[in-house]
């Protein structure tokens, strides 16, 4: 894993102060002006939305979560109308616009969600263990309570990276016998009580863990390539979609999926499986990451990779997630995926 997962897992322990992640990079490759309609598809505390509302475009601004919706409200209201907020997944945003001028996408938990004990993201404090972006369906005690040791493993071990999957998958069964797991604090001083602590050990032993069952229960790895998938059709010919990962797996996603559609083949009589097709992207520049300054000043920066694409007049393509090398977890079934 490269190094994206450091400040992902740094975030999962601690407090983190919400400042907009590479703001000016993300404004010169999105290219907003008066008149345009942009799609800010991870709304959460509304720092690119208002950037973006400064330029004299518009934005409709998607969040799954309730609290970002509701904390938007006064934004909205002072918009003048260019302005409008949905609560919704952002997989489901080109259901809200189309022909859209621009698309940005931040990828990964927002600060208010991992400040609200609340919300069972952070075990910073203690709090249900919940981590639900939507506040709906499964949660984290859900998955930790009922799955199958080598269903947890399999979610630790590829969406944490955690090389002790295995261990504690099977810790977390014989303790749930006895106790079923209701609470952050809870898990996570039983993950380190069976792990251990080294002193020199930069982050805390159950945070792999709480990273995977986040990205697990909102099924964000599936919900990205999805937005992706509508992005596509919903820019219009010329549109921009920005995209902001935090650490591999997400960017992986992103970096394959403009790979794809940046790709254009065309069919031929000695290969009659192969299909004709045009580029439905074109790359505009490879993974820029923040400077020295911005990640002195906001440590959230210091994983962060932008990457940008522009979209031409060819049709969207079917969606096909076997492009982006998802595995197989439990409960989560993708047309097309191998």
Do not use: W
Request: no cysteine; hydrophobic share 45%.
């Amino acid at each position: 894993m490269t190094a994206g997962h450091g400040d992902d897992l740094h975030a999962v322990g601690g407090s983190v102060r919400h400042i907009p992640v590479l703001l000016g990079e993300v404004l010169a490759a999105l290219a907003p002006a008066e008149g345009d309609i942009i799609i800010d598809g991870t709304f959460g505390a509304g720092g690119y939305t208002k950037a973006i509302l400064a330029t004299g475009a518009s934005v409709v601004a998607i969040d799954r979560d309730p609290d970002a919706i509701a904390a938007g409200r006064d934004l909205e209201a002072q918009s003048g109308g260019r302005l409008r907020l949905v609560q919704a997944p952002f997989s489901t945003l080109d259901e809200h616009v189309e022909g859209a001028d621009g698309i940005v996408l931040d990828i990964g938990v927002s600060s208010m969600q991992l400040d609200q004990a609340e919300r069972g993201f952070s075990f910073r404090t203690d709090g249900p263990l919940d981590m639900r972006m939507a506040q709906a369906g499964l949660s984290a005690a859900d998955v930790v309570n009922s799955f199958k040791p080598g269903d947890l493993a399999r979610i630790f071990g590829f969406l944490g990276e955690e090389r002790h999957a295995g261990r504690i998958a099977r810790m977390i069964e014989a303790r749930r016998e006895k106790r079923p797991f209701e609470r952050t604090l809870d898990l996570a001083d039983a993950i380190e009580t069976h792990i251990g602590r080294a002193p020199k050990d930069k982050i805390h032993p159950a945070t792999r863990v709480f990273q995977a069952l986040r990205i697990f229960v909102n099924d964000e790895l599936g919900e990205l390539a999805k937005a992706l998938f509508a992005a596509e059709r919903a820019l219009k010919p010329g549109g921009r979609l920005v995209v902001v990962t935090f650490h591999s797996l997400e960017d992986r996603i992103v970096k394959r999926f403009i790979a794809d559609r940046a790709d254009a083949a065309s069919g031929s009589r000695h290969m009659p499986e192969a299909q004709a097709r045009s580029a439905t992207f074109r790359k505009a520049g490879g993974g820029v990451t923040p400077g020295d300054a911005e990640i002195a000043a906001n440590p959230r920066a210091r994983s962060a990779r932008l990457r940008a694409a522009i979209r031409t007049e060819a049709p969207a393509r079917a969606g096909d997630f076997s492009i982006f090398g998802l595995p197989k977890l439990p409960g989560i079934d993708r047309p097309g995926e191998r």
